[in-house]
Protein backbone atom coordinates (compact mmCIF):
# COMPACT_ATOMS: atom_id res chain seq x y z
CA UNK A 1 0.00 0.00 0.00
CA UNK A 2 1.25 3.00 -0.84
CA UNK A 3 0.85 5.50 2.23
CA UNK A 4 3.31 7.47 4.20
CA UNK A 5 4.52 6.27 7.99
CA UNK A 6 4.43 8.95 10.54
CA UNK A 7 6.28 8.60 13.78
CA UNK A 8 7.90 10.47 16.29
CA UNK A 9 4.96 11.76 18.69
CA UNK A 10 4.44 11.64 22.25
CA UNK A 11 4.04 13.87 25.14
CA UNK A 12 6.04 16.58 25.99
CA UNK A 13 6.15 19.46 28.22
CA UNK A 14 4.93 23.00 27.47
CA UNK A 15 8.62 25.03 25.62
CA UNK A 16 10.07 21.35 24.55
CA UNK A 17 11.30 19.85 22.01
CA UNK A 18 9.69 16.86 18.90
CA UNK A 19 11.26 16.08 16.21
CA UNK A 20 8.82 14.38 13.90
CA UNK A 21 9.61 11.68 10.70
CA UNK A 22 7.27 10.77 7.20
CA UNK A 23 8.67 8.20 5.71
CA UNK A 24 7.44 6.98 2.10
CA UNK A 25 6.42 3.54 1.79
CA UNK A 26 6.18 2.17 -1.41
CA UNK A 27 7.23 5.10 -3.44
CA UNK A 28 10.01 7.56 -3.50
CA UNK A 29 9.65 10.83 -2.41
CA UNK A 30 11.53 12.72 -5.67
CA UNK A 31 9.13 14.54 -7.77
CA UNK A 32 6.48 15.52 -4.68
CA UNK A 33 5.86 18.12 -2.44
CA UNK A 34 5.36 17.27 1.14
CA UNK A 35 3.30 18.83 3.73
CA UNK A 36 2.38 18.33 7.36
CA UNK A 37 -0.94 18.87 8.68
CA UNK A 38 -2.46 18.56 11.93
CA UNK A 39 -6.17 17.97 13.51
CA UNK A 40 -7.07 18.05 17.00
CA UNK A 41 -10.26 16.23 18.54
CA UNK A 42 -13.28 19.02 17.44
CA UNK A 43 -11.18 20.94 15.28
CA UNK A 44 -10.90 21.44 11.21
CA UNK A 45 -7.86 19.85 9.83
CA UNK A 46 -4.66 22.43 9.65
CA UNK A 47 -1.80 22.99 7.68
CA UNK A 48 1.19 23.35 9.41
CA UNK A 49 4.16 23.21 6.53
CA UNK A 50 5.05 21.85 3.16
CA UNK A 51 8.39 21.82 1.52
CA UNK A 52 9.09 21.71 -2.66
CA UNK A 53 10.71 18.95 -4.04
CA UNK A 54 13.33 20.83 -6.19
CA UNK A 55 15.00 23.71 -4.62
CA UNK A 56 13.55 22.81 -0.87
CA UNK A 57 11.44 25.54 -0.58
CA UNK A 58 9.35 26.12 2.16
CA UNK A 59 5.99 27.17 3.74
CA UNK A 60 4.92 27.63 7.17
CA UNK A 61 1.68 28.30 8.74
CA UNK A 62 1.87 31.61 10.96
CA UNK A 63 0.76 29.47 14.21
CA UNK A 64 4.47 28.26 13.79
CA UNK A 65 6.79 30.39 11.59
CA UNK A 66 9.74 30.42 14.21
CA UNK A 67 9.15 27.22 16.16
CA UNK A 68 8.96 24.36 13.62
CA UNK A 69 11.73 23.55 10.82
CA UNK A 70 10.61 21.62 7.44
CA UNK A 71 13.51 19.59 5.85
CA UNK A 72 13.85 15.83 3.62
CA UNK A 73 16.23 13.22 2.49
CA UNK A 74 15.00 12.17 -0.60
CA UNK A 75 18.10 9.48 0.02
CA UNK A 76 15.73 8.07 3.15
CA UNK A 77 12.94 8.46 1.85
CA UNK A 78 12.06 10.59 4.59
CA UNK A 79 10.74 13.84 5.90
CA UNK A 80 10.97 15.49 9.00
CA UNK A 81 9.19 18.13 10.89
CA UNK A 82 11.80 19.87 13.80
CA UNK A 83 9.13 21.38 16.55
CA UNK A 84 10.52 23.42 19.18
CA UNK A 85 8.70 25.74 22.39
CA UNK A 86 5.80 23.47 21.97
CA UNK A 87 2.65 25.04 22.91
CA UNK A 88 -0.43 23.33 24.13
CA UNK A 89 -2.33 24.34 21.15
CA UNK A 90 0.03 22.07 18.71
CA UNK A 91 -1.22 19.17 20.83
CA UNK A 92 -3.11 16.86 17.22
CA UNK A 93 -2.46 14.16 15.39
CA UNK A 94 0.30 15.26 12.61
CA UNK A 95 0.24 13.64 9.43
CA UNK A 96 1.86 14.12 6.24
CA UNK A 97 0.84 13.58 2.41
CA UNK A 98 2.26 14.08 -1.27
CA UNK A 99 1.47 16.69 -3.32
CA UNK A 100 2.34 19.22 -6.07
CA UNK A 101 4.48 22.72 -5.44
CA UNK A 102 1.91 24.44 -5.95
CA UNK A 103 -0.86 22.63 -3.57
CA UNK A 104 2.57 23.38 -1.01
CA UNK A 105 2.31 26.83 -1.98
CA UNK A 106 -1.58 27.35 -0.53
CA UNK A 107 -0.75 24.59 1.91
CA UNK A 108 -4.64 23.99 1.89
CA UNK A 109 -5.17 20.92 3.92
CA UNK A 110 -8.24 19.86 1.56
CA UNK A 111 -6.31 19.89 -1.20
CA UNK A 112 -5.70 16.41 -3.57
CA UNK A 113 -2.97 15.38 -1.16
CA UNK A 114 -2.04 11.92 -1.54
CA UNK A 115 -0.48 8.66 0.77
CA UNK A 116 -1.98 9.73 4.00
CA UNK A 117 -0.54 8.03 6.63
CA UNK A 118 -2.52 7.19 9.79
CA UNK A 119 -0.68 10.50 11.55
CA UNK A 120 1.21 10.62 15.02
CA UNK A 121 0.10 12.04 17.95
CA UNK A 122 1.71 14.72 19.71
CA UNK A 123 0.35 15.88 23.01
CA UNK A 124 1.96 19.24 25.49
CA UNK A 125 0.54 18.82 28.66
CA UNK A 126 2.54 20.00 32.03
Known amino acids: QLQFVESGGGLVQPGGSLTLSCTAS????????IGWFRQAPGKEREGVSCISHNVGSTNYADSVKGRFTISRSDAQGTVFLQMNSLQPEDTANYYC???????????????????WGQGTQVTVSS
Open 97 to 115: AAGTQAMCALLNPYGPWNY
Open 26 to 33: GFTLDYYA
